[in-house]
């Protein structure tokens, strides 16, 4: 028993020697200490690489125009097919949409999904059914798009006859001579019939012309049925995308306050898919004319702002000289113009 007692002494004493010598408090305190560090540093750096951790917002105060937004939504939910969801919207909301515009829609809804379909026969009868809703010259563009199509599906067939018989009863009408050149490679596609992946004519096999013909056909029908080819949401959604990152950077840099008016406070360069109407820069200033500060016509030829055109005048009814040439005149002498 003593022997026993006394090496469990041993073995404690040894114990507490080696927790001395360990001295695992001050580790405890060191590898703390390491930490802090090491999270005061980390934090640091996310300052360093984000100097603005509140994102810059635009100081518009105009409350949404609910009922808008409202009809908005629900000519999208006919756009997409959804009559049941979009009257169901309108009901809850309270929004109203014009049943012209409502049939309208249907339409549009339709023929485009006519497209989507690939429902020839569908769209060539529609159009000739209502050849009143397009220009004259653009009715013959659209039919021809879409005998076009015909005959390319037919050449997928590979039925050659079939190919040639058509070409003879439709390609060949009087009304298609204006596009006697794109008829030519159509044409040429019928030799290569049999071997149609070596055929160099690519428009065969490529969907593009069936973009081009839907994106034809909407633009020339739609004037006429009162609603815009492209829905109104998406191409606000499409532009906001684009023009949102330059109005944010403007806000972080800039003291200048915009209140939301309807001039932008910088020049954002949409592309051409977002214009929809001429738009005229004042040469002088640089700014697009509006309709407070249309464009002016000098008696020169040259075209500035009508403001621009005032801080050229000496007085109310005095001479002043062209910016870019040496002609003098009155305001009387100049005109106004008109943008549409």
Known sequence: ?????SALRTALMQLGMNAKKFDAAKKVAKDR?????????????????????????????????????????????????DEKLSSTFLSESGAEVDTSRMDALITLTRLTHAFRER??????????DRQELFEKDMFAAVLFDLRRLEFIELLKAGEKNAVLSFARQYLSAAAFRPFFSEVEPLMGAVL???????????????????????GRFLRAVCPSLGV??????????????????RLLKFASISSNKWNGSSTLPVELPLGETFQYHSVFTCPVTKEQASASNPPVRLKCGHVICKQSMEGLRRSAHGRFKCPYCPTEMKTMQTQQLTIH
């Not at 428009?203 to 081009?212: G, I, P, T």
């Open 1 to 5: 028993g003593e022997s026993a007692a």
């Open 33 to 81: 200490r390491e930490y802090h560090a090491s999270l005061s540093k980390l934090g640091k750096a996310i300052e360093k690489a984000f100097p603005n951790a509140q994102p810059p917002t635009l100081p518009i105060e105009q409350p949404v125009d609910q009922h808008t937004l409202d009809q908005l939504l629900a000519e999208e939910f006919l756009r997409s097919g």
């Open 119 to 128: 429902e020839l026969d569908f769209l060539i009868s529609w159009s000739q």
């Open 192 to 214: 290569w019939i049999d071997r149609p992946e070596l055929s160099p004519y690519p428009f065969v096999k490529a969907d593009s012309l069936w973009r081009e013909a839907e």
């Open 228 to 245: 815009p080819p492209h829905s109104p949401l998406l191409v606000t959604l499409a532009a906001s995308s684009i023009a949102l990152p």
